[in-house]
């Protein structure tokens, strides 16, 4: 199972790489345009500590590295909130060797409380939580019906796609594009879309 | 993308590399981390100062570093905020048991990373507080927005408080007279042209040939609005009025100003634009007790300026005709 863990964060990390440029020019547009460069300068740092870890099989312990990494190597805004939320992460799934729907809804929900803390933001401000708060509630709707952690998954991605699309339509509020005003309208945000492409990755690699 | 660089993803490295060879009478570097501290500890206790931010700004902020004004800076990767392990190793390499002080430019990022640290140095034990510099009145300061972003203004909280720090105050002391500057100073800039950032490879954003952006960010952000080329003097006039509507400048006031280039503006221009910032300050009775003008906080390449007007008080004054010994910033 260790393994299973490493090429989890391994596929999500590649679906960063993919979209280097995608997020790069969508932060040009309406921020400072790096989001893409300093998330896969993140992810490839966290690449080679999982390396050192692939026989990790405690999944707490590799999302407490993950984090960790993420603090130390993104710099800007999406490092500490996106290093928070895995730090967070790893509290539910501490000693945890495999994640059931239960510990997945409350991994996805304490992520969600870190990045709120730590940026200070709500849903509706044109950020991260645009696409990830939608996608926690259908998740959880999931969670109740009794589905299973993938198609619990498969509604969160779909909730988080809308969130990013939602992003679109309103004005930025938090943010480096909150001093864009009314012209921050029209753009998809960066940092909803870098969260639904890990939620998305996520999925995938369930799905093989 | 033409630039004078070996490898993008080395840049950032390979400036510091280059600055401690040039400065090293003033500066040097914490060993693994990209944080460049002063060569010789001042002996006598005083409250660090710490800054920091992304590359690209050069010569803020490690060109800041030196007696009078900072005893640390942290070096970002080109336009991105530092992270929280190398603030606070600055932190824990400058402090001398009379505390740090961060000063910090307003951005989301810079904030979090920095207050990190914060969190991470006071589990150790260290005294450390921050300020937060907003001087830009391009951007709306509302409950809206995470208020107002940081730029050149930053560069005269370094020096008076760095001036402050000197005389031996306290840590509360030294973080008056840093927020009684941040209260006084107000900035606003003009872009004519974009900058690359390296690992990016094009420009962060397109200009028309005749088409400049008024209020543009020391990153590239899109500022409050595009127009079309005017002159020197017309592109002054707004700056200014823009910056002296959002401050209570009466006649007899004295004020401190920087003409600061964006990269790329050559000095001849800067000078036709403090002439004329000169000419309106006059006009209204204002005394300009000092004024800076050339590279401060830079944008890479970009063309453009920004001017920064500090009303003065004789404390004030004081400290920012004191001495400063830096790579960038020398006066007696």
Known sequence: MGTYVYEVMANVGEAITRNKQMLTDLDAAIGDGDHGINMARGFEAVHSKMQAMEAEIDIGKVMKTVGMTLISSVGGAAGPLYGTAFLRAAGPSQQKTQVDVETAGLMLGAAITGIKERGKAIRGEKTMLDALEPAYDAFMEGAKDGKSLIACLEVACEAAQQGVEYTKTIVATKGRASYLGERSRGHQDPGATSSYIMLKALLEFLRR | ?332
């Open chain 2, 1 to 332: 993308m033409k630039k004078v660089i070996n490898v993008p993803e080395q840049v950032v490295e390979e400036m510091l590399q280059g600055m401690v060879l040039a400065h090293s009478q003033y500066i040097k570097r914490i060993e693994g981390f990209d944080v460049l501290i002063r060569a010789n500890k001042p002996e006598k206790g005083k409250v660090a100062l710490v800054s920091g931010g992304g590359s690209g700004h050069e010569p803020s902020h490690a060109g800041f570093v030196g007696r009078g004004m900072l005893d640390g800076a942290i070096a970002g990767a080109v336009f991105t905020s530092p992270t929280p392990d190398q603030v606070y190793e600055a932190v824990k390499a400058v402090d001398n048991g009379k505390g740090v002080l961060l000063i910090i430019k307003n951005y989301s990022g810079d904030v979090m990373n920095f207050e990190m640290a914060i969190e991470m140095a006071t589990a150790d034990g260290i005294t450390v507080d921050k300020v937060i510099v907003n001087d830009d009145v391009a951007v709306e300061n509302s409950t809206w927005t995470i208020g107002r972003r940081g730029i050149a203004g930053t560069v005269l909280v370094h020096k008076i408080t760095g001036a402050k720090a000197e005389t031996g105050a306290d840590l509360p002391e030294v973080k008056r007279v840093a927020e009684k500057v941040i209260n006084n100073v107000r900035s606003m800039g003009m872009s004519l042209d974009s900058c690359t950032v390296p690992a990016a490879g094009k420009p962060s954003f397109v200009l028309a040939e005749n088409e400049i952006e008024i209020g543009m960010g020391i990153h590239g952000e899109p500022g409050t609005h595009r127009e079309v080329l005017r002159t020197a003097d017309e592109i002054t006039d707004h700056l200014v009025e823009k910056i002296l509507a959002d401050m209570a400048l009466t006649s007899g006031q004295e004020v401190a100003l920087l003409i600061n280039g964006l990269g790329a503006t050559p000095l001849m221009e800067l000078y036709i634009v403090n002439r004329k910032v000169a000419a309106i300050l006059k006009e209204k009775g204002i005394q300009i007790a000092k004024t800076y003008i050339g590279n401060y906080m830079t944008s890479l390449e970009m063309a453009g300026f920004s001017i920064s007007i500090l009303k003065l008080d004789s404390e004030l004054k004081e400290l920012l005709l004191a001495a400063a010994d830096t790579p960038a910033l020398v006066q007696f």
